[in-house]
Nanobody, 128 residues
Framework: QVQLVESGGGLVQAGDSLKLSCAAS????????MGWFRQAPGKGREFVGA????????YYGDSVKARFTISRDNAKNTVYLQINNLKPEDAAVYYC?????????????????????WGQGTQVTVSS
């Protein structure tokens, strides 16, 4: 059983940067793709981006390109989400998720239902 724990969220000001972490345990971290999603109040879960198991390929949702960067450290069983130039519309609960089935080395899953394991989420609040 894969367990995921996010951390690093908090209250920040617009224009600030933030780095979220997601620590994994159970399973073999280096064998599954990792995704980040976010959910704002009253909205559905939005795909932020994903990284393949080796960490050499990433893919981002259109709304976050250029400001968000995903990376992973397989030695530490951790995936990261760097967010730069935060905007009020970035405020949401951010979730990391693991996919062992649908992603390939070249194409990561982008749909929430294609991820089998989820963290509890970390809240990001942005003040303007």
């Amino acid at each position: 059983q894969v367990q995921l724990v996010e951390s690093g969220g908090g209250l920040v000001q617009a224009g600030d940067s933030l780095k979220l972490s997601c620590a994994a345990s159970g399973g073999t971290f280096s064998s599954y793709a990792m995704g980040w999603f976010r959910q704002a109040p009253g909205k559905g879960r939005e795909f932020v981006g994903a990284i393949n198991w080796t960490g050499d390929r990433t893919y981002y949702g259109d709304s976050v390109k250029a400001r968000f960067t995903i990376s992973r450290d397989n030695a530490k069983n951790t995936v990261y989400l760097q967010i730069n130039n935060l905007k009020p519309e970035d405020a949401a609960v951010y979730y990391c998720a693991a996919d062992l089935i649908y992603s390939t080395a070249q194409a990561m899953a982008t749909m929430a239902e294609h991820y089998q394991y989820w963290g509890q989420g970390t809240q990001v609040t942005v003040s303007s």
